[in-house]
């Protein structure tokens, strides 16, 4: 089992950067790939990044490309999120997930954290 607990989200103003944490207990984190997920208020839960067992394969969500690096670091259990340009619409609480597979579906994702939030002011 994996339990996952986020960090370093916050209010930041349009244009500035974040960089979220996730860390894992367990001694088989390096066993699971790991991916963000956000959920705005009254919208679904929706795939922002995904990082493969040794970092070798990342994903991005259109919305986050160009603007996002996901991390791992498999010797400390943590896997990271930098983002940067934030935008307002980037506004939601941000998930950290790690399942058997680096894909966007939420459902291959096994164990979750319980977030943290990320809101950008105009």
């Known amino acids: 089992q994996v339990q996952l607990v986020e960090s370093g989200g916050g209010l930041v103003q349009a244009g500035g950067s974040l960089r979220l944490s996730c860390a894992a207990s367990?001694?088989?984190?390096?066993?699971?790939?790991m991916g963000w997920f956000r959920q705005a208020p009254g919208k679904e839960r929706e795939f922002v990044a995904t990082?493969?067992?040794?970092?070798?394969?990342?994903s991005y969500a259109d919305s986050v490309k160009g603007r996002s690096y996901i991390s791992r670091d498999n010797a400390k259990n943590m896997v990271y999120l930098q983002m940067n340009s934030l935008k307002p619409e980037d506004t939601a609480v941000y998930y950290c997930a790690a399942g058997h597979r680096a894909v966007v579906d939420t459902t291959a994702y096994v164990y979750w954290g319980q977030g943290t939030q990320v809101t950008v002011s105009s």
């Open positions: 990082i493969s067992l040794n970092s070798g394969s990342r």
């Open positions: 367990g001694r088989t984190f390096s066993s699971y790939a």
